[in-house]
């Protein structure tokens, strides 16, 4: 009975581990994917504000090993004035036809479309639409924080736009803040006639860092480099905490089946000292004594640790049909949709996690067998026959 409460504890272990793990590793590949939904994976500038010459820029960024398409845009702050008031948005000057080789832009077209996106067409945000009022083919007033200077101060630059498409990457912050003009309505706006970078797709985006450095390196002095990963770095570095922090506390349900299986072995040591001690007088060494009843701890571990382990995969495999179940049963909604923005629980397995918690927890199970086996071996046979005989 104890050796199965022993399996079943390391077992619940492993499977929490490999389920809490994967389940994040899905949200943050989630995640990666909606951020690349609107951003490029590195974006290159120049520290005077803008880059002048932008034909020899790209021409430059397209030689690069590994670059997969590269445009110009135009970022800045501005206000938007629409029937439903005015509010602060991020407004973005793109060249439509390229911009959508580099970001996702024809994919989270929810309404309407993104080409032609002529000099008075804009792309808004779902969440924007929503709270503004307006719809495709509604017009609505940009209005730009430059302006001209006159006698009685700065007149803010203002133009009008039609809403061709509305977008939505399924994130908040993106969908409420981020609209996009064509690149010559943004020079008109802004009243500038240069770029503020490049946007850059990459083929690996994991190899961003890398291709990065060597951009910079051929643009020469006065340039620099962000990566999709330095731009979101306090989202992913919270991400690799949490799920760092999750793996040491789960990690302490192996460690109390861990020491389950100390007490088993230390009772079943108690329990069989007269055969212990029958071997030992029959020619048995110590050494003997020991592996075998650190075989029968390990044997506790390595069952528990296999069938964690499929119980994990088959779990995460069929997650989202788990949480349907539940929520079927006690009539709850475990997702929100209008809180998380997604369908079903996102589940990615890491290979090299799984082989980490099954390490983990044979490497616990072996250090739990020590101190029992090595209390069998020690065990004298003349104090225990004179005693127990």
Not at 170 to 197: H, R
Request: aromatic share 6%; charged share 15%.
């Amino acid at each position: 009975f104890t050796s199965g409460l022993s399996v079943a504890g390391i077992a619940i272990g492993v499977m929490a581990l490999i389920v809490v793990l994967s389940v994040m590793n899905g949200f943050e590949e989630d995640i990666t994917t909606k951020i690349l939904g609107t951003q490029s994976h590195i974006v290159i500038s120049n520290f005077t504000g803008g880059i002048s010459d932008p034909e020899s820029v790209l021409q430059t960024v397209m030689k690069q090993k590994g670059v997969v398409a590269a445009t110009p845009f135009i970022l800045s702050p501005g206000l938007v004035s629409s029937p439903g008031g005015i509010s602060g948005v991020v407004i973005r000057g793109i060249n439509p036809e390229s911009a959508a080789k580099v970001i996702r832009l024809k994919e989270i077209i929810t309404q309407g479309k993104c080409c032609p996106l002529d000099g008075s067409g804009v792309l808004v945000g779902s969440e924007l639409a929503a709270s503004s009022g307006i719809g495709v083919g509604d017009a609505l007033t940009l209005i730009s924080p430059t302006g001209t200077i006159t006698p009685l101060g700065m007149i803010p630059k203002s133009l009008t736009f039609i809403v061709r498409g509305i977008f939505s990457t399924g994130m908040y912050e993106f969908d409420s803040s981020m609209v996009y003009i064509s690149l010559p309505a943004a020079e008109k706006l802004f009243m500038v006639d240069m770029p503020s970078g490049i946007e850059i797709k990459v083929a690996d985006i994991y190899a961003a860092g890398t291709v990065s450095q060597e951009i910079v390196k051929q643009l020469g002095v006065g340039y620099w480099a962000k990566t999709w990963k330095d731009m979101n770095k306090s989202l992913f570095s919270a991400l690799k905490l949490e799920k760092t922090i999750m793996f040491i506390i789960l990690l302490f349900i192996i460690l109390v089946a861990a020491f389950s299986i100390i007490s088993t072995l230390i009772m079943l040591v108690i329990e069989k000292r007269k055969e212990i001690a029958i071997l030992k007088s029959m020619g048995a060494t110590m050494d003997q004594i020991l592996r075998i009843f650190m075989t029968m701890g390990m044997a506790i571990g390595i069952s528990g640790t296999l069938v964690g382990l499929v119980l994990g995969l088959l779990l995460t495999h069929n997650l989202n049909a788990v949480v349907a179940a539940v929520e079927f049963v006690f009539r709850i909604e475990v997702m929100p949709k209008d809180v998380y923005y997604i369908t079903g629980l996102p589940t990615k397995v890491d290979a090299v996690e799984v082989l980490l918690i099954t390490l983990a927890s044979l490497v616990l199970s072996f250090l739990a067998t020590i101190y029992p086996a090595r209390q069998a071996a020690k065990q004298d046979p003349v104090e225990i026959i004179r005693y127990e005989g």
